[in-house]
Structures are given as C-alpha cells and as structure tokens.
C-alpha cells in the first residue's frame, strides 16, 4: 500500500534473462505490451526521453541490458523490461546458486528447457548429458556467468 495516487509510478523496471519469453507469457495473460526495442545509441531511450530513438527488436548480438519491453498494469504504473543475460561484477556471489522460491526453481528449469532445446539444434544432434547442461545453464544465469550455447 503507499499513498501515491494509481499510475504515479513511471519507469518501474524489471530484469528478466529472456525478454521474448516474458513478453510472450504477458501477452497469453492478456496485458498490452509494447514491442521489443533497443535504443539506437545508449540506454536513454528505455524511458521514452533522451536524444536517442528506439529501434524495433533486440539488440545487436541480443547484448545484456540492452534490450526492452514496456507495459502498465491495471492501475496505469509504468513498467519496463530489461533483457538481463549477464549481470554486472560484484553484484551477486557467484558461488552460491539459490532460488527464493519453488517457482523461480521452476522458472529457471524452464528456460534451461528452451536453451537446451536451442543448443540441440545448434549442434544438430541429441544431447544425453542434459542434466548436467541444464545444471551448467542454471548456474551461470544465476551467477551473471556466460551462458552455454
């Protein structure tokens, strides 16, 4: 509960490790949200203020922290996603993998799943030792590390 007024809140921001995929599970619930776009020269653009512009689709080699989509919720708040694929130094202990709860578990298996899926495909062949790529994938998100492919 606070006492500002509905949809006083602007540019709230949420980091998320695959943008499609969030912006997907928004649009099957039935929110409005804006197309994915990346700003044309640094990070200004996110906000709709700044010199740069925004240009349709992820950005250039899909880089961390550069890709956005917006949305307001029910009571008119402004929301943004950032595509977060690498997390910044010093910002989380990368020798502890742990989860707040059963469903960012269930979160994180599922985009290893769709990863996995991707580097099968990548490979062209079936991979046996899925368990212990999904574990590697896992970890690394979790840690900022980079990700298998």
């Known amino acids: 509960m606070s ?3 509905p949809g006083s809140a602007q540019g709230l921001c949420l980091a998320v490790s695959d943008l499609e995929v969030a912006r997907n599970e928004l649009v099957q619930l039935g929110v ?3 197309e994915v776009f990346h700003c044309e020269t640094g990070f200004a653009c996110r906000f709709g203020t700044g ?3 925004r240009v349709s689709g992820l950005a250039p080699g899909r880089s961390s922290h550069s890709s956005f989509t917006s949305f307001r919720d029910p009571d008119g708040n402004g929301w943004l996603l950032q595509e977060v694929t690498k997390r910044s130094g010093g910002r989380i202990d990368s020798g502890e993998t742990c989860f707040g709860s059963t469903s960012d578990l269930a979160g ?3 985009r290893a799943i769709v990863a996995h899926g991707a580097h099968e495909r990548h490979t062209g062949e079936e991979d046996t030792s899925s368990p212990d790529w999904y574990e590697a994938y896992i970890v690394a ?3 900022g590390s980079e ?3």
Do not use: K, Q
Request: charged share 20%; hydrophobic share 30%.
């Open 32 to 34: 409005e949200v804006s």
């Open 51 to 53: 010199p740069d512009s």
């Open 108 to 110: 994180a298996l599922r």
């Open 3 to 5: 006492p500002a007024p």
């Open 147 to 149: 990700l298998p492919t």
């Open 141 to 143: 998100e979790n840690s």
